[in-house]
């Protein structure tokens, strides 16, 4: 059974047309090893990926020499994708905070929920930490995410469809 079901807990949480379509995912006070874990379960899973410095695209570092880049250098990327049809754009701006984010637009439909469930649940897991969504630019509630204390994605927001 999927963590969560589209037409009765997200549908209205995920509409790309209410506002923002890039909400963002935030895992705080991590380190350098937690980054590197990532970039090893990236490996490890098989997903497709694409490591980027400006329009370079490049073999995949080890999160240490990404991560002590010059402070003005341009912030890499790295496009992973859990599936062909969804990708999650990490931001390499500090070893204190992962970050990515996700385009709602690829995110329609239960099958797609799925997705991106398994991908927060597979990172949640491999870091043993929870992994919020954010409404896109931050905010102070997430919408959804991993909930390492009850091992699943749930719904976080406890506002009214809007």
Known sequence: MPDLLWDDHVAWLLDPTDGGHL????IEDTTVADWQAVLDLV?????AFEYAEGESVLPLPRAEAV?????DA???SLRVWPDPEVCAIFRFLGA????FDVDLRELQGQERLDVLCGFLTAIGRWLGRSVPLFPE????KPLLGYDVE???VRVLWSGTAG
């Not at 490996?43 to 997903?47: L, N, R, S």
């Not at 204190?96 to 970050?99: A, C, G, H, R, V």
């Open 23 to 26: 909400p963002d995912v935030f």
């Open 43 to 47: 490996a490890e899973q098989g997903w």
């Open 67 to 71: 991560l002590s880049r010059p402070a």
């Open 74 to 76: 341009e912030c890499p």
């Open 96 to 99: 204190e905070q992962i970050d």
């Open 137 to 140: 630019g931050g905010g102070i």
């Open 150 to 152: 009850a091992d699943r």
